[in-house]
């Protein structure tokens, strides 16, 4: 869902974007290089905060070995609740 919304496929072809690697970690356009929130063990409760952090470690390029080369701009889209709590940010660097 969140690859269609991001803009990153037309409405329900986000299974493109996987298969062809547009959102493998060295693709185009990676999605959760550090194996995301589930792959953190799912802070409930923290799990923006945690989005976050990983966007701004990108950016300052402190990721260590889920760094994205050349990442200077992270979007985050977070969840919650029944589905009807939505956040987003874009976290990036001048540089």
């Given amino acids: 869902m969140a690859i269609d919304h991001f803009g990153i496929t037309e409405p329900g072809e986000s299974w493109k974007a996987i298969e062809d690697g547009t959102i493998a970690f060295d693709g185009k356009l990676p999605i959760n290089p550090s194996g995301g929130l589930i792959g953190a063990g799912h802070p409930v409760g923290a799990t923006g905060v945690r989005q976050l952090l990983d966007a701004h470690r990108q950016v ?24 009807t709590t939505s ?3 874009v976290v990036g660097s001048a540089s």
């Fill in 87 to 89: 956040a987003c940010f």
């Fill in 60 to 83: 300052v390029g402190s990721a260590g070995a889920y760094q994205v080369a050349g990442a200077r701009r992270v979007a985050t889209l977070n969840l919650g609740g029944s589905g």
